[in-house]
């Protein structure tokens, strides 16, 4: 059974923070592909930061400069800093990772940027 658990969503003025953290297991952590997602009210949802098993991070050019992905190989835990923070950047953001054939979700922690 994969479990994947998003935390650290809320609302936050724009310019601010908000790290998020998943916590991940039935997975051979230690060798995944850890991803971020999110999707936005009337979007589809998209990729925004990937980091491999490795640690080697890439992103979405329009969080490229703002969000940093990082891993905790010992707790099976991947984190989503974001600073400067936009309103562009609300949604409801999914931790993600791939093990075959499948995609394994959580289930969203929502991220509201908003005066």
């Known amino acids: 059974q994969v479990y994947l658990t998003e935390s650290g969503g809320g609302l936050v003025q724009p310019g601010g923070s908000l790290r998020l953290s998943c916590q991940a297991s039935?997975?051979?952590?230690?060798?995944?592909?850890m991803d971020w997602n999110r999707q936005a009210p009337g979007k589809q949802r998209e990729l925004v930061a990937r980091?491999?098993?490795?640690?080697?991070?890439t992103y979405e050019d329009s969080v490229k400069d703002r969000f940093t992905i990082s891993r905790d190989w010992p707790r099976n835990r991947v984190y989503l800093q974001m600073d400067n923070l936009k309103p562009e950047d609300t949604a409801v953001y999914y931790c993600?990772?791939?093990?075959?054939?499948?995609?394994?979700w959580g289930r969203g922690t929502q991220v509201t940027v908003s005066s």
């Open positions: 993600s990772t791939n093990r075959g054939g499948s995609t394994y």
């Open positions: 980091i491999s098993s490795t640690g080697a991070a």
């Open positions: 039935g997975i051979n952590f230690k060798i995944h592909t």
